[in-house]
């Protein structure tokens, strides 16, 4: 079956720390760039966050997060992750694992960051 599937989202309190990860099946992952995106509660639309290339040596990420988000996969073990650090407030949201040129959506992982 093909599928992403995000894990490691939780409750945590400003300036802390969470790693999110993506497992995927069914296809060939090494072979897509990967992004996370996320939705805050009352937004219409995703923001994206970060971006990885096929093999993990192109990144980017969106202004707001740069410098504490770092996206990074393991095509072996066809996982991605978003390690977060320093969070704050702002980033509470649910995020998603995206392969755009499959247009290929995990189900979100709640993140809630606590002033």
């Known amino acids: 079956q093909v599928q992403l599937v995000e894990s490691g989202g939780g409750l945590v309190q400003s300036g802390g720390s969470l790693r999110l990860s993506c497992a995927a099946s069914?296809?060939?992952?090494?072979?897509?760039?990967m992004t996370w995106y996320r939705q805050a509660t009352g937004e219409e639309q995703r923001e994206l966050v970060a971006?990885?290339?096929?093999?993990?040596?192109?990144?980017d990420y969106a202004d707001s997060v740069k410098g504490r988000f770092t996206i990074s996969r393991d095509n072996a073990g066809k996982t991605g992750y978003l390690q977060m650090n320093a969070l704050k407030p702002d980033d509470t949201a649910v995020y998603y694992c995206?392969?755009?040129?499959?247009?290929?959506w995990g189900q979100g992982t709640q993140v809630t960051v606590s002033s």
């Open positions: 069914g296809f060939n992952f090494g072979y897509f760039r």
């Open positions: 971006t990885i290339s096929p093999v993990g040596s192109n990144t």
């Open positions: 995206h392969i755009p040129s499959r247009n290929l």
